[in-house]
């Protein structure tokens, strides 16, 4: 579907009334692969927790830290990746989610600040023949000049937006649907620095219990609703889905969650 000219916009293709955005690593998977070969095959955890924590306070943009991050790897890029294959696993309750969207015409849209050869490779292992219905959004990985992303110190992230301090700015993607004159609801999943430009962006957000993205929100006052695993995304899209309640109340009673399970610890 195009709109006054406008590029297609592929998740409008069969006019759905909702369309979930989602981050794909720690919120789709269960551990983040780009953390992982930092952790493992880069600078280690300690210094890239330490540029986690920077972001979020705002002293460097995410572009810079992410940059870094992977620049400290000099693995082969078929390297990595079979060490992300190996030890990369999806969130259990993904699957039901992906059966039910498709079940229920709700496109599943990945806006990533990772890499999508990396994404896809993994959605082909986890989900299979599926993968191929869900549309990606993310940065790229490039040769660096005069080698080969088969050699060591060969490979390094290509930005989706390099001018911004997101390197992927992912409201980008959200408003071409948000803007529209007649749209459909609009979800979106998350749990880390990159989602940060997404988080007020969409009707209703998601945001894993235990990670970054909840401090952000209870910071800037961004209305969201807690998940501890996919389980509970599909419960509560299929509550809205079905009518039995509103994307309003779902936010309010998840703050409210939220608020009782921090009285509690």
Known sequence: MSVNGAAPLPAMA???????????DGTVTLSDSNDYITDNLGFGHSKRRQLNFDVLEDKMPFRDSFKQMMDSITTSFPECMETLRKNIKLDPHFKDFLDWSISANVPIVVLSGGMEPVIRALFEELVGKDAERIQIVSNDVAARPGKSIDQVG????????????FGHDKSVEIRKYSTLPERPVLFYAGDGVSDLSAARETDLLFAKKGHDLVNYCVREDVPFTIFQDWSAILEGCKEIAEGRITVKEAAQRGFEQYKKDKAGA
Not at 14 to 24: E, M, V
């Open 14 to 24: 069969t006019n759905p009334k909702f369309i979930f955005f989602t981050d794909f």
């Open 154 to 165: 060969g490979w390094e992230i290509q930005f989706l937006h390099p001018e911004s301090g």
